[in-house]
T-cell receptor, first 112, second 115 residues
Framework: SQQGEEDPQALSIQEGENATMNCSYKTSINNLQWYRQNSGRGLVHLILIRSNEREKHSGRLRVTLDTSKKSSSLLITASRAADTASYFCATDDRAAGNKLTFGGGTRVLVKP | DARVTQTPRHKVTEMGQEVTMRCQPILGHNTVFWYRQTMMQGLELLAYFRNRAPLDDSGMPKDRFSAEMPDATLATLKIQPSEPRDSAVYFC?????????????FGPGTRLTVL
């Protein structure tokens, strides 16, 4: 089973709206990362949040981390058509050599 | 600008043939990763190297897959013999430092189709 599981699997919104997606994981982590993948491309790193941080911002992105619930959320504010992509969370499992495990992703469609 | 490159971008081959995928990591990066992405399984880690030494290849079918780093500028992933179930997009990524504390930079991928 995957360490990180994203929810929802797919999301469709209008340009200008906010998009929120969640990631749940099972084991203790050092950090959690979010990546974006445009269709037919490789993944691009968005943001890293450490286990001792609760919230982090980067431009229109806001990430929260709740280690007690083993969950994280990614919020994209004022979405644009260019934000259409799949978004993945990646966690490092301390029990598995700290290598990254990616979730199944959330497909976001931003309609103009 | 620095980026991870992968060749070929697309490969169509017949079952039983050998397939070799190549990756040039970003200069100065000391960790290299091979991932496989399919609709059913998502993104799976196959192997990763630090300073050219294999650290973990537990995600890789050992009987047919092999991964090497002949030098710091080249990583290879070989499948011999290939099977239809190997059809997927294979990504190489590179990074620097401790895996979990640093971002990974992904290449554009090799889309492999095994007939």
């Amino acid at each position: 089973s995957q360490q990180g599981e994203e929810d929802p699997q797919a999301l469709s919104i209008q340009e200008g709206e906010n998009a929120t997606m969640n990631c749940s994981y099972k084991t203790s982590i050092n950090n959690l990362q979010w990546y974006r993948q445009n269709s037919g491309r490789g993944l691009v790193h968005l943001i890293l949040i450490r286990s001792n941080e609760r919230e982090k911002h980067s431009g229109r992105l806001r990430v929260t981390l709740d280690t007690s619930k083993k969950s994280s959320s990614l919020l994209i504010t004022a979405s644009r058509a260019a934000d259409t992509a799949s978004y993945f969370c990646a966690t490092d499992d301390r029990a598995a050599g700290n290598k990254l495990t990616f979730g199944g992703g959330t497909r976001v469609l931003v309609k103009p | 600008d620095a980026r991870v490159t992968q060749t070929p971008r697309h490969k169509v081959t017949e079952m039983g043939q050998e397939v070799t995928m190549r990756c040039q990591p970003i200069l100065g990066h000391n960790t290299v990763f091979w991932y496989r992405q399919t609709m059913m399984q998502g993104l799976e880690l196959l192997a990763y190297f630090r300073n050219r030494a294999p650290l973990d290849d537990s995600g890789m079918p050992k009987d047919r897959f092999s991964a090497e780093m002949p030098d710091a500028t080249l990583a290879t992933l070989k499948i011999q013999p290939s099977e239809p179930r190997d059809s997927a997009v294979y990504f190489c990524a590179s990074g620097f430092g401790t895996v979990s504390y640093n971002e990974q930079f992904f290449g554009p991928g090799t889309r492999l189709t095994v007939l």
